[in-house]
């Protein structure tokens, strides 16, 4: 690590002009969980280091029954499952927050860090998917809403331009009958990043007993994290069951196009996507019964 | 968690101070962060060293610029193989492995090649660490890019690229005529094998592989050198021995031992793997160079890519058994990857094969295998949980065949008092008949394990443990302590079990003794801390000073009382002469105001093993979904001899069987296709953490060692060879596939019961 410049702007315009006059060696620092062991380890470099904690519009976290919730791009994870009515109404969002590193981690790390991260293995952005979630980006030329499902491009690659920062993301309100859950693989209990991972949305009929809406969102199985669009859509209308989340498994595995690597081979990931989705469906819905 | 005794091997309770559970000397020290290691010194003016690692498996060094490195403001240095003296041919033994000095100066820096990837190149000194880094970046290295071959049985071919143009393989058969990889080939014989497998009803031959693993202590490799203007050198550093550092120093940098001093700071772990010098040279030469303390650190993937993890294996276990039960003949055939020089931990390896057991016809083969890895080293028990994965998975699959209980089976064929092993030594009294016994009597064990994909698995396994040299001086205070000044470094609470054996000797409290671990200018010659000897060994020497100072005690005590010292007793650190009687403390109040000062001397060098064995007992689930496994429960059983201190015994037990689970599950060097380790890094190098373990529970069981006044075995390394084959053993008994290569990790698991069910 060699020496960079810092700056804590306590403005988002402020940020904003800072972060597009300076040149491709400007890192965004949050809860700093990524960037500064990326910068020891020299994975990344930096000639200025814009921390963006300071701003008040990043660090609002806000649940309104109309609007959802509002997670500015700087809340820490500890935050979110802190707050008994955010972890009860978005719970595939608590389970991801809840196991990313051990609670000294989750109090620095951001949900928004993790998106800008853009790992394929992230633990936050499934949930975020599942949930339809809404990227918040301002920039010199103005403000952009982006669907998360949009936002990552390529392995640590986004959509975010020259000069832009993730302000918020909001997620949208969550009707009684809907239950979320997330699931990652690791071969140890704690202290990992996931060989795969799912979240599973379900908003399920008055009955409880069909499937009404569903998304399913993977991660470590692909360059980004994926939307699994067809075992989403097929889900919609089928009777809760085993089997059809075994099906639906089976369906979200085609999205899947994962690498051979130390974590785990492309076969046994696809695999478990299948054994991901199958668990987070019967949770999801189990969830939205209570 | 339970933790018992075994009652029936329990020794009397005459013990004062040994048994007892007194918190031990360095506690405040440790639990406040005050505890004083090597990267905490901060000493005038020191500078910061880095190293520059060569980027490829196996390669050779064209060049080395250190030119713009040098013009850098702030560098003060630079270092390559060409700074050390010309290495010379000379073995040495370090008490946990030998050494040839030719290879460790060749491994501390390259010489023409580099033969791992990771391998040390040159060296620079700077101001600050991060300067050093990138002035290491600046040093320009050519490179000519040769084939590398990582696995042991590739290397062995004859069409493999060769590490080492002049390796002749070291053979009891006909000398080859050419050179190979492999170092060399050891072979043991007992009895006549083919009459032995002729005897046998049931024969079961296996091949079993086994993968690189880091012994993973916390701390990674540091020291601060300071070769001073009258031509000493200094160093403090964290090592397993400060003594075989000195003389490591010696022969690499030809100076006499009388020049170097070596202070051994506190130290997060060594497991085997800080006896070897890696950094310490580098730093003295920068040192030298730069007139200035040098301070060295290694990152953690210079730990993992660059120090000395234990080797990966191939193995071949043949065993024959009678309808009855009885073991008739064995036959193993073992290649161990020696890293890129010879000398890997074969011999152990080759000696503990068969080691559990009384084989009446045995035959070993091994093979020190050199490819383009770290140079290997010990790691706890070295090369005996190798072998024990492959002989106690053969031996459960023959009791299976047998229909005999796994327990039965093992006491029926378990080494004994008498039992000569295949390598020569015939035991002495030996705990592993009592070990089974005590898993017989556990509650584990009389608790059926119920439930779906769950299995249960049984093990054994053996360690030798070692003597060799130790030294301490203890002197009596005027307020009746004593301190004891030794050179066994302390990993796992020895200056604790060490004072304990003093104060149980002199009759006083663990508490009225102070240990103190000082440096090779301080106290006599004093072998590593290593193969499980401290205890025993540095213990045996506490013993003898003990008895030294109750000698001195004695005489002064008849000064001072006017009688003849024959005149006066001891008994319970009570004196008693001429009417009169003190206690051990208020005569040394008195002698100290009469007499000249009293200082006991110790010194030891057993010759002999004290032979631990364990025994696992272990349940596991295993998801047949995922393949992963879960530890449902875990017992250690264990001969300690005599447990000093049991709650440091219960400690090693549970610290060797979690790194066992380790290396079962899911602990592995993966290397990609160039050669290039891709898990570098506690993420995903996976250790298990707390969340993967279940309370490991303990069984003490306590067969006097006869070579000992308190029966100590020593017991540091065993408890970490059993866990593999009994994991093993248990995933059989719960999914029905038998494994043969470790890490068990979950997608191999998975693999093999799809394999199963697909019928592949």
């Known amino acids: ?290 | 968690m339970s933790t018992e005794v075994a009652p029936d091997t329990q020794t009397p309770a005459t013990y004062k101070v040994i048994g007892t559970r007194p918190v031990r000397h360095d506690s405040a020290d440790k639990v406040t962060g005050k505890a004083v290691y090597t990267d905490d010194l901060h000493v005038p003016n020191m500078v910061f060293g880095a190293f520059v690692r060569s980027p490829h498996a196996h390669a050779r060094i064209v060049s080395i610029d250190t030119s713009d490195a040098e013009k850098m403001p702030g560098v003060l240095a630079t270092c390559t193989s060409a700074d050390l003296p010309d290495p010379w041919d000379k073995v040495d033994n370090l008490g946990e492995g030998c050494v040839n000095y030719a290879h460790l100066s060749g491994n501390v820096l390259a010489r023409n090649k580099a033969l791992y990837k990771g391998h040390a190149v040159a060296a620079v000194a700077a101001t600050d660490s991060y300067l050093a880094q990138e002035a290491a970046r600046r040093i320009r290295v050519e490179y000519e890019p040769l084939p590398a071959t990582m696995c042991v049985q590739d290397a062995m071919r004859n069409d493999a690229p060769l590490l080492h143009d002049e390796l002749i393989t070291h053979t009891l058969d006909d000398k080859p005529a050419r050179p190979s990889n492999i170092a060399s080939h050891i072979q043991f014989e007992k009895g006549n094998v083919d009459e032995g497998f002729a005897a046998a009803d049931v024969v079961i031959e296996r091949e079993f592989k086994t993968a690189t693993v880091h012994q993973g202590y916390i701390e990674p490799h540091v020291s601060v050198a300071l070769w001073n203007e009258d031509g000493r050198l200094k160093i403090w550093t964290a090592t397993q021995g400060s003594f075989v550092v000195r003389q490591q120093m010696a022969e690499l940098l030809k100076m006499p031992v009388s020049q170097i001093t070596i202070v051994p700071c506190e130290i997060g772990g060594g497991f085997g793997g800080k006896i070897s010098v890696y950094e310490q040279p580098v730093a003295a030469v920068l040192s030298r160079k730069c007139g200035r303390p040098v301070k060295i650190m290694m990152q953690r993937d210079e730990v993992f890519e660059a120090t000395g993890p234990t080797p990966a294996s191939f193995m071949r276990v043949k065993l024959g058994a009678t309808k009855d039960g009885k073991l008739t003949a064995g036959k193993a055939w073992l290649a161990f990857d020696a890293g890129a020089f010879p000398g890997g931990v074969i011999g152990p390896g080759a000696m503990c094969v068969f080691s559990c057991y009384d084989l009446p016809h045995a035959t070993v083969d091994g093979f020190d295998v050199v490819l383009n890895k770290p140079k290997t080293q010990a790691y706890r028990a070295p090369g005996s949980t190798h072998v024990a994965f492959a002989t106690e998975c053969v031996i459960d699959e023959l009791a299976e065949r047998l229909k005999i209980d796994p327990i039965e089976f093992r006491l029926n064929n378990a080494a004994k008092e008498g039992t000569r092993r295949v390598d020569g030594p015939v035991y002495p009294r030996v705990g592993l008949v009592e070990c089974l016994q005590a898993i017989q009597e556990s509650d584990h064990w009389k608790t059926p394990l119920t439930g779906p994909n769950r299995g249960r698995g049984v093990a054994c396994g053996f360690w030798f443990n070692c003597g060799l040299k130790s030294s301490v001086t203890a002197n009596v205070n005027a307020d009746g302590t004593v301190t004891l000044v030794e050179g066994s470094t302390d990993i796992g609470g020895t200056r604790t079990s060490i004072a304990m054996q003093l104060a149980e000797t002199l009759g006083i409290t663990a508490e009225d003794v102070i240990p103190q671990v000082v440096d090779t200018d301080s106290v006599g010659f004093t072998d590593v801390t290593g193969g499980s000897r401290t205890t025993f060994a540095t213990g045996l020497a506490a013993h003898e000073a003990a008895l030294d100072i109750q000698k001195q005690m004695v005489e002064q005590a008849a000064q001072i009382w006017e009688c003849s010292p024959d005149e006066v007793t001891v008994a319970d650190g009570v004196y008693q002469g001429n009417g009169k009687s003190l206690s051990f403390k208020a005569l040394a109040v008195e002698a100290d105001k009469v007499g000249i000062p009293i200082v006991g001397r110790g010194v030891v060098d057993p010759q002999c093993s004290t032979n631990a064995f364990a025994v696992n007992l272990v349940d596991v689930e295993v998801d047949p979904e995922t393949g992963k496994v879960t530890i449902l429960r875990f017992t250690v059983c264990q001969d300690a001899g005599k447990a000093i201190h049991p709650s440091y015994v219960e400690g090693q037990m549970q610290g060797g069987s979690a790194q066992g689970i380790g290396w079962a599950l899911n602990e592995e060097y993966f290397y990609g296709d160039d050669g290039h380790m891709r898990n570098a890094s506690f993420l995903d190098y996976r250790m298990p953490t707390c969340y993967d373990l279940p309370m490991i529970d303990t069984i003490i069981v306590e067969v006097a060692n006869p070579d000992h006044p308190y029966g100590v075995r020593g017991v540091g390394e065993v408890p970490i060879v059993p866990p593999p084959p009994a994991i093993a053993n248990a995933i059989y008994r719960a999914t029905g596939v038998r494994f043969f290569e470790l890490p068990m990790s979950p997608p191999t698991v998975w693999n093999a019961i799809k394999g199963q069910t697909t019928g592949e």
């Open chain 1, 1 to 290: 690590m060699i020496d960079f410049e810092y700056a804590a702007p306590t403005q988002l315009d402020e940020a904003i002009r800072l972060l597009a006059a300076a040149g491709d060696g400007t890192r965004i620092l949050a809860g700093g969980t990524d960037i500064i062991v990326q910068l020891r380890e020299g994975l990344r470099s930096a000639d200025l280091v814009v921390d963006i904690k300071k701003i008040s519009e990043l660090t609002q976290l806000k649940l309104s029954g109309d609007k959802g919730l509002h997670l500015g791009a700087s809340v820490s994870c500890r935050r979110i499952y802190d707050d008994q009515n955010i972890a009860a109404s978005y719970p595939g969002l608590a389970d991801a927050v809840r196991i990313i590193g051990g609670w000294q981690i989750q109090s620095r790390a951001s949900v928004g860090g993790n998106l800008c991260n853009s790992s394929p293995a992230a633990d936050a952005i499934p949930p975020l998917i599942a949930y339809s979630a809404t990227a918040h980006i301002a920039g010199p030329g103005g403000k952009r809403m982006v669907p998360v499902e949009e936002f990552c491009t390529a392995p640590g690659h986004n959509i975010l331009q020259q000069g832009e920062l993730l302000v918020a993301l909001t997620l949208p309100p969550q009707p009684s009958n809907a239950g979320s859950a997330y699931q990652r693989f690791i071969p140890r209990n704690e202290m990992d990043i996931a060989v795969a991972g799912a979240a599973s949305w379900v908003q399920l009929d008055q009955s409880g007993e069909r499937i009404e809406q569903a998304r399913i969102a993977l991660s470590a199985v692909a360059p980004t994290p994926v939307f699994a669009v067809d075992a989403s859509e097929w889900l919609k209308g089928q009777v809760v069951s085993e089997e059809v989340f075994a099906e639906a498994g089976e369906l979200a595995k085609r999205v899947a196009s994962p690498i051979d690597d130390m974590r785990g081979t492309a076969e046994y990931r696809t695999h478990l996507v299948g054994v991901l989705t199958k668990r987070t469906l019967a949770t999801a819905c189990q969830r939205a019964r209570k």
